[in-house]
Each structure stands twice: as C-alpha cells, then as structure tokens.
C-alpha cells in the first residue's frame, strides 16, 4: 500500500462503520500554507453522520468489549508497524498541508507512535487491584471495565500525533473512537485511517468524522457518547468541559498555552540560547509548549540576549519540503495577521523590538503564509506579549533578580502548562520543581514535553478536567472500575 502524497487530493472522507463516506455538508478549503494552493476540501459532518459513526459505534462495542485483550493490542500492533512503514509519506503530506517542516513533521509522528507502543501494553495497564482478606473471610478485587463511546476533537498544530494520545488506549481498553479532527488540516488523519483500516480493526471501533463547530457540539450532545477529549485553545477548551459534562459525560480538556523560560545566573548561556530558539520557534511557535517569554537574570541578561538574537537571525524561514527551512508557514493568512498584530502590541506597548521578522520574504513563495523570528528586549509581565498565547515565531525576553523573582514571575501566568530552567545549580532546580505551577518542568532541556508513558496536561487555563493524555491517566479516563467484595463461607 502506498500512501498519496501528491497534491491536490480527494475531498477528505469519513470512515464510519468499516466504509468511506462523504460528510453531507459543505465544508472548506484546505490549503498548503506555504503555497497558497489549494491541496483538497473537506466537507462538514451533519447531526445524522454524527448518528450513524454513534450507532456503528455503540454497536462495535458490545462485540469489542468481550474481545480478549490480548486480540485487542493485535490490530495497534499492526498500526505501529503501518506507521513506521508509511513514516515518511505521512510527514510529506503533513507538511503540505500544515506548513512545518519535514523534520518536525517526522518528529511528531515519532511521538505519535510511542503513543501507540505504550497502549500496546495495556494487559499490564489496565490491571486494577486485588486484596485479599480485606475483611475477615473477605477478598476484594477491582476491575476495570471500557465503558462505550468516546470521542476526541483535535486542533490543527499536530495533527499526526495528537488523534494518537487518544485513540490506541480508548480501543485498547475495549472502546470504540470516533476523531474530529482540525478541519484546517484534516488530510493526515485521513492517511492515517488508511493505515487504521489496514490495521484491521472491526467496523465501528475507529472512526473518522470531519466537521467544524456544529459537529463538534452534535458530538458533545449526544447521548450515544461516553466521553470526549479535546485539544485546542483555551476559550473553546472551557466551553468543551461545560458542554459535555451538563450532558453527564467524562471531558478532558487541554487548552492554550503562555510558557516560560528561566535562565539563571549560573545557566550555561551559549546551550540556554539554542534551546530556547528551537523552543520559541520550533513549528514555527505554534506549539503548546512553545516556551516564548524568556525570564533571565539581570547578571547575565545583556550577553543572553546578544547570544538570543545571533541564533534567531541564523534561522532560515522557508517551504516545509526544502532541506534548509528551519521556520516554516504559519496556518492560515488570518493566523498570521494575528500574530503580525501582537507584534505591533508589543511594540505599542514598549518592548524593544531586538529582532524583527515582518518583512521576511520567501521568494519561491510568495503566497505563503510567513513570519521571520521575532525578538523582543526589556519585556514587562504585564505585557500582552508576556501574557497571552502568541502561536508564533515571537520570543520576548525579561529581566529579574534572582530565581525567587523568576518564579513569582512564570506563576503570575493565567496559564500552567510548562517551563523549562536553565540552571548549574540543584538548589535553583529544586525550587523550581517544588514552586512553579505548571504540568510541565524541564531542567536544562529547552522543551517540556513527556514521553508517552508519562501523562501530559497543563495547570490552571491550560487544562480543564483531571486525567490527562497520554500513559496511566489514558486508561483511568477510558474505563471506570467494580470492586467486588467476595464472602466464601465454607459449606
Ligand atoms: P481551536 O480551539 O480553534 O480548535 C480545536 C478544535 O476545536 C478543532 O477541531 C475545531 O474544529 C474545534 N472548534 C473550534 N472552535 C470551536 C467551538 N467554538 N466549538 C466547538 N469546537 C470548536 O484550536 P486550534 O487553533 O486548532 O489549535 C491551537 C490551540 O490549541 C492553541 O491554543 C494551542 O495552545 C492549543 N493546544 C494545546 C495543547 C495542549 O496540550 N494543551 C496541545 C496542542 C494545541
């Protein structure tokens, strides 16, 4: 099986009950960022699509269920190996059709397949708890159990690897998965249901169904649904939880982002300014764990900044496909308006424009969506470019005395996703790990993103809900569990 990575494609299907489908409603455009072009259009899923993927679901799931777990994990052992066969072909049309680079494409696939390594594990995992004589003569025993339907709805910057923080541990518990994805670049879902149905799951267990916020909302309302995941920004996170939990349904909700880098007195400055440019601009900074407020000591500021701004002029801004393209385009012309005004804010506000990437210009594209890195100097907390989510290649950078300021300073965010220190000393990183409130810590490691067998979830605005993606937290969300309480007595 070869995948099509040449534009432009088919319109983007469904995948319900084992078939492919078209959704009944019009939908949109989806657009190569660095090109302008059109690659393919995907249509909108209406409430009745919405019931056929719950009925073909719920009906999946009373077979699925008493399948043996062991013949569960054999179709996510098929995917893992469908995926690394077909690795390259998926970041190709990644890339096409978000606008980051080839190698950052790989690398989220990458951690989208550790996804699927640790759910094959789930025999072990989804193991609960045995006592016995609890009481006298008693024994107890908990058991996990799947409970039905559950959906996820998944944002446009990783659209490879997020569906997989959700999908291989909802089916492996005994599930059935329906994915909404970004309808701004829905085509590497797609892909990635090719491998799904290759994968050979039964009809029903996985399902892909398209749309926008009408879909979204038929989803959360729906009886036949036992619980969603959600991915995206923070105001459409809240209203998520909200929504699917008056309907009495299991929400997780993981929402926008403000990250901080703290760089201490004692950091080693010329690795800190690497790793804090790959963190800022990597994806072209539309990343939830962009760290892009750089909190750094008085003492060393002056050469930071000079360190700063010397790695960020040598990032070259480009089409994702071309070997050399360190930034890549940013999603859609609106996306880029926005960030080109948070700059003027910034600017308006007083920051010190160090670096300035607005006039960046890809000749071989001239109707991409691009932005060059952007740097500013003597940034305020209570700036907006210090407090709200940018999603751009946009770094700012601010001084404080110490390490207590620095962290009262990364704590003042509305935000709680992560933070990464740069530090030779252990009494700095310990404070740290005890003091900053965010779900994330990363010392002397540019970007705080856990392996899969980790849970991943940010604090405060940027996480709505308690069991978070990925590892253990996946199969508390996916199951609920019976303890049965056990008397014998002899005859
Ligand atoms: P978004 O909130 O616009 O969209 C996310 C999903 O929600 C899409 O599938 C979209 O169709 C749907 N949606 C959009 N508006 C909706 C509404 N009003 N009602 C119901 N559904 C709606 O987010 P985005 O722009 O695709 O993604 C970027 C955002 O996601 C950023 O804020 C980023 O920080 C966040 N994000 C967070 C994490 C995390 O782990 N915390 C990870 C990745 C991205």
Redesign the pocket.
């Known amino acids: 099986m070869t995948l099509d990575t040449t534009p432009p494609w088919d319109d983007v299907p469904n995948y319900i009950d084992g078939g492919w489908s078209a959704p009944s409603e019009e939908g949109r455009d989806v657009v190569d960022p660095a090109t302008g072009e059109t690659v393919s259009t995907v249509g909108f899923s209406s409430s009745s699509d919405v019931d056929d993927a719950v009925a073909a679901g719920e009906a999946a799931f009373e077979e699925w269920r008493r399948t043996p777990v062991e013949e569960r994990i054999q179709p996510l052992f098929r995917l893992k190996a469908l995926l690394e066969d077909h690795h390259d072909e998926l970041a190709e049309v990644l890339v096409q059709e978000h606008g980051k680079t080839l190698g950052e494409a790989k690398g989220e696939l990458r951690r989208g397949i550790e996804n699927v390594e640790v759910a094959c594990g789930i025999p072990s995992m989804m193991q609960a708890g045995h006592l016995p004589n609890a009481a006298p003569d008693i024994d107890e025993t908990a058991v996990r159990k799947p409970l039905g339907v559950f959906a996820a709805?998944?944002?446009?910057?990783?659209p490879g690897m997020?569906p997989l923080w959700f999908l291989p541990y909802a089916v492996a518990t005994g599930n059935s998965f329906i994915l909404?994805?970004?309808?701004?670049d829905p085509v590497v879902a797609e892909r990635l249901f090719e491998l799904l149905d290759e994968a050979g799951f039964p009809d029903g267990v996985v399902q892909l169904v398209n749309?926008?916020?009408d879909t979204?909302?038929t989803l959360l309302d729906h009886d036949g649904i036992e619980g969603v995941s959600?991915?995206?920004?923070?105001p459409?996170?809240r209203?998520?939880y909200e929504r699917a939990a008056a309907s009495g349904k299991r929400a997780q909700a993981?929402?926008?982002?403000k990250n901080h880098i703290v760089v201490a007195e004692s950091a080693d400055l010329e690795f800190a300014a690497r790793k804090t440019i790959s963190s800022a601009f990597a994806c072209g900074g539309?990343?939830?764990l962009a760290n892009d407020v750089v909190v750094v000591d008085e003492s060393v500021y002056e050469e930071f900044t000079d360190r700063v701004v010397a790695e960020a002029e040598s990032q070259v801004v480009g089409y994702g496909l071309d070997d050399d393209t360190d930034i890549g385009a940013l999603i859609s012309p609106e996306h880029e308006e926005r960030v080109r005004e948070m700059v003027a804010t910034g600017v308006d506000e007083g920051a010190e424009l160090l670096l300035d990437g607005r006039d960046v210009a890809v000749e071989a594209y001239p109707d991409g969506n691009f932005l060059g890195p952007t740097v500013f100097g003597d940034v305020d907390p209570e700036m907006t470019i210090a407090r709200e989510?940018i999603?751009g290649p946009v770094l700012g950078l601010l001084p404080v005395s110490g390490i207590d300021e620095a962290i009262e300073v990364l704590n003042r965010s509305d935000f709680g996703?992560a933070a990464s220190l740069f530090t030779a000393s252990g009494a700095d990183a310990r404070k740290a790990r005890h003091e900053a409130d965010v779900g994330n810590l990363g010392v002397n490691a540019g970007t705080a993103a856990p392996m899969a067998f980790f849970h991943?979830?940010?604090w405060k605005d940027?996480?709505f809900g308690d069991l978070h993606?990925q590892g253990d937290d996946m199969i508390r969300f996916y199951t609920d569990e019976t303890v049965y309480i056990e008397r014998w007595p002899d005859a």
């Not at 993981?254 to 982002?257: F, I, L, S, V």
């Open positions: 709805v998944t944002p446009f910057n990783f997020i909404k994805p970004s309808e701004q749309g926008g916020v979204v909302n959600f991915v995206g920004s923070t459409v996170a209203t998520i993981q929402g926008g982002a539309e990343r939830c989510e999603f996703n991943f979830g940010g940027s996480f993606a």
